[in-house]
């Protein structure tokens, strides 16, 4: 592997003006790390790469690198572009396994994060680090967010997220699972039990609806539901998949995975106006999976979907399309439930939180980022704005002092 790794280092020019760099949305410093991993400082380059991104570990695994730094190496005009993403996840690698990390003394000031995600995550490691006190909140029984319950295993091995939470309780950040903060405990609660600053990252956990006839038949399931446990459900033979976004790919390949002898992803748009990567859809391909196009769902039944044709001669026709089981994945909204039970927190339309570009919400010493303030979006993005967020709620704490 080692040697692999060289090679594909070896690889990059070395450009007096890089791309990939600027094209990270969290500005790795790529041309340092294969230098620094070139020369024998795999340390340095693995150290480097944790400071600027605590999640370096996980985005070299699950970021679209095709879009971002690997799309934008300039290789790619004649070649094949440096394999970004397998370096950095060997020196992450690495570095996660054999870095030692000490509590740093406690600074005075605690902060609560609601929602353990890679949003939440990341912001806590930075803080941590600062010296705050930091506890976490989550409803689940283990940390992860969507990187645990999103996330297929063939994507990434969740055994890394493990790895995380004994850096997490070395940094000596709190971790109060099976907890749903706007539920029993709210957020006066948290700022009446000496909280300085409040964080929220809950993601986006509430699948959208087709809204048509049949949605709520057995056999239905949506798909963000469905990754998070796929062994308990019975799919059968035929599974049709509705969406063509990259939680789609996901559930479609997880199902073939797991013993679905057909899996077919059925989508009201033409190839090439699907949402996914190519990465994702390619990669989906290669499982098997079939793609129907130009097919809108009007209704489900016991049997299957009828839907309408959106294109060519049979445009406006229905078709009926058998099948055992419906996966949905047309997007996900945030769960509302810190809203309902808290003052002072402004959404948008399509419920979202509304901050400032430093991640202030609307309510004072309250703040946000991630997918519950964006939208689905990637890790790398979420980890992006939570360093923003760390330098605002920083400063916030110290004008409260």
Not at 138 to 166: A, C, H, N, T
Not at 301 to 325: A, C, L, P, Q
Not at 326 to 340: E, G, T, Y
């Amino acid at each position: 592997m080692n040697q692999h790794v060289i090679r594909l280092a070896k690889s990059c020019l070395d450009c007096h003006d890089p791309s990939c760099r600027p094209g990270c949305p969290i500005n790795t410093p790529i041309p340092e790390m294969i230098s620094l991993f070139l020369d024998g400082e795999i340390k340095k380059a693995g150290q480097m790469l944790f400071e600027n991104n605590p999640l370096s570990l996980i985005c070299s695994l699950v970021c679209p690198h095709d879009k971002h730094c690997e799309g934008n190496c300039v290789l790619n005009k004649k070649l094949s572009p440096v394999s970004i993403g397998e370096i950095e996840n060997y020196i992450s690698s690495r570095y996660m396994n054999d870095v030692k990390f000490e509590k740093p003394a406690y600074n005075g000031n605690d902060i609560a994060i609601i929602g353990s995600g890679p949003a939440g995550i990341a912001l806590a490691i930075i803080m941590a680090l600062r010296g705050y006190g930091v506890t976490m909140y989550d409803g689940y029984d283990k940390i992860g967010g969507v990187l645990r319950y999103g996330i297929p295993d063939f994507r990434m091995d969740k055994k890394i997220l493990d790895q995380i939470v004994e850096k997490l309780v070395t940094l000596g950040v709190t971790i109060r699972p099976n907890t749903i903060i706007g539920k029993n405990i709210n957020l006066c609660d948290l700022q009446r039990d000496g909280f300085k600053a409040i964080f929220i990252g809950t993601g986006v956990w509430s699948p959208k609806k087709l809204g048509i006839k049949g949605e709520s038949l057995g056999h239905v399931h949506f798909a963000i539901d469905y990754l998070k446990n796929p062994t308990v459900y019975n799919l059968g033979k035929k599974v049709t998949v509705l969406g063509a976004g990259n939680v789609a790919m996901d559930v479609a390949r997880t199902a073939i995975k797991n013993g679905a002898e057909e899996v077919r992803i059925m989508y009201r748009r033409g190839k090439n106006d699907m949402p996914a990567d190519y990465h994702e859809i390619q990669s989906a391909k290669i499982d098997g999976i079939k793609f129907d196009f130009y097919k809108s769902p009007l209704e489900i039944t016991k049997e299957g979907i009828k839907f309408e044709y959106m294109n060519g001669d049979e445009k406006g026709k229905e078709g009926f399309e058998n099948t055992n089981s419906i996966l949905i994945a047309i997007s996900q909204n945030p769960r509302d439930i810190i809203v309902k039970n808290n003052t002072q927190i402004d959404t948008n339309k399509q419920g979202l939180l509304i901050t400032d570009e430093f991640g202030h919400t609307t309510r004072k010493g309250v703040f946000a980022s991630g997918d519950v303030v964006t939208g689905a979006r990637t890790v790398v993005e979420a980890v992006a704005f939570s360093k923003i967020v760390a330098e605002s709620m920083e400063k916030y704490i110290k004008t409260i002092d």
